[in-house]
T-cell receptor, first 113, second 114 residues
Framework: AQSVTQPDIHITVSEGASLELRCNYS??????LFWYVQSPGQGLQLLLK??????LVQGIKGFEAEFKRSQSSFNLRKPSVHWSDAAEYFC???????????FGRGTSLIVHP | EPEVTQTPSHQVTQMGQEVILRCVPI?????FYWYRQILGQKVEFLVS????????KSEIFDDQFSVERPDGSNFTLKIRSTKLEDSAMYFC????????????FGPGTRLTVT
């Protein structure tokens, strides 16, 4: 079965600084990979997804993620963080043939002014 | 922009009681899902529903859980006899199709079992 690890429970950055949130997965074949964001009181919103093709994926709100098969990673990046990016971020993986994502525990992003 | 809605936002119930969590998926979506998130833990898949039947369910979704689409708009999750460990945030989601389609999540219902 697939699994997802988000090693950072909390990340604190200053507004305007760059951001990288880490995600590692465990799955034998090429997985389907997702990043979701959850703002306080809101549901999860899909930021981006990777199924195949270009390993650098562009998403909404200025986010991107890079799939690195050799490292089993799918890290989320943003070059300049805004205060409104403060939220919980979830990485998820789905195995081929299944459309049900397995979620990581989430990383809480705190943005200092 | 269409969105998934869930009611109530917070439900408090006593152990052993039945609860029904309600969701209104996006109107043209065909696939419906329930997830839960116990405080401080991962979001976990419970069940998916398509064409008026369960298409996939997890080990968590045992006999005390059931889902229903009672009319053309609502999608419900029933917990027959709640336990303390059922306390969690429950998310409903819907999508137009299966994997390649984005799942749209509702804001969640926080269930507290006392």
């Amino acid at each position: 079965a697939q699994s997802v690890t988000q090693p950072d429970i909390h990340i604190t950055v200053s507004e305007g600084a760059s951001l990288e949130l880490r995600c590692n997965y465990s799955y034998g074949a090429t997985p389907y990979l997702f990043w979701y964001v959850q703002s306080p009181g809101q549901g999860l919103q899909l930021l981006l997804k990777y199924f195949s093709g270009d390993t650098l994926v562009q998403g909404i709100k200025g986010f991107e993620a890079e799939f690195k098969r050799s490292q089993s990673s799918f890290n989320l990046r943003k070059p300049s963080v805004h205060w409104s990016d403060a939220a919980e971020y979830f990485c998820a993986v789905a195995a081929g043939g299944s459309y049900i994502p397995t979620f990581g525990r989430g990383t809480s992003l705190i943005v200092h002014p | 922009e269409p969105e998934v809605t869930q009611t109530p936002s917070h439900q408090v119930t006593q152990m052993g009681q039945e609860v029904i969590l309600r969701c209104v998926p996006i109107s043209n979506h065909l696939y419906f899902y329930w997830y839960r998130q116990i405080l401080g833990q991962k979001v976990e898949f419970l069940v998916s529903f398509y064409n008026n039947e369960i298409s996939e369910k997890s080990e968590i979704f045992d006999d005390q859980f059931s889902v229903e689409r009672p009319d053309g708009s609502n999608f419900t999750l029933k917990i027959r006899s709640t336990k303390l460990e059922d306390s969690a945030m429950y998310f409903c989601a819907s999508s137009e199709g299966s994997l390649s389609y984005e799942q749209y999540f509702g804001p969640g219902t926080r269930l507290t079992v006392t």
